[in-house]
């Protein structure tokens, strides 16, 4: 329960905070977008079984990897694509937290 709690909660939470935290006066935009980033979840479908609980997703699919995270991190430096990468970092971030559990 705590497990799910942690990862849910910084998928949901973390973004929440950052967007009311560092972009105040379009805050809900910055959430939707950071929510957004939940789609790079889409390449576990690419994997058997698609949902395995206790396997770890950084670096064992595509948009998880290594070589995407540090993508993920350089979009955090032009100020056009920021928003974007935070929210990839974050997303990383919350599945680096669930992987810790296991």
Same mark, same amino acid.
């Given at each position: 329960? @705590?497990?799910?709690?942690?990862?849910?909660?910084?998928?949901?939470?973390?973004?929440?905070?950052? &967007?009311?935290?560092?972009?105040?006066? =379009?805050?809900?935009?910055?959430?939707? +977008?950071?929510? &957004? /980033?939940?789609?790079?979840?889409? %390449?576990?479908?690419? &994997?058997?079984? +698609?949902?395995?609980?206790?396997? /770890?997703?950084? =670096?064992?699919?595509?948009? *998880?990897?290594?070589? &995407?995270?540090?993508?993920?991190?350089?979009?955090?430096?032009?100020?056009?694509?920021?928003?974007?990468?935070?929210? @990839?970092?974050? *997303?990383?971030?919350? %599945?680096?937290? %669930? /992987?810790?559990?296991?």
């Amino acid at each position: 329960m @705590l497990q799910l709690l942690a990862h849910y909660g910084c998928h949901i939470i973390l973004p929440l905070v950052v &967007a009311l935290l560092s972009y105040k006066s =379009n805050w809900m935009y910055a959430y939707f +977008i950071m929510l &957004a /980033c939940f789609l790079i979840d889409l %390449d576990h479908l690419l &994997a058997t079984p +698609i949902f395995s609980p206790n396997r /770890c997703s950084i =670096n064992f699919h595509p948009l *998880h990897s290594y070589y &995407a995270i540090g993508v993920y991190f350089l979009l955090l430096f032009p100020k056009k694509t920021r928003l974007l990468g935070l929210g @990839l970092i974050i *997303h990383i971030f919350s %599945d680096f937290v %669930d /992987c810790s559990f296991m």
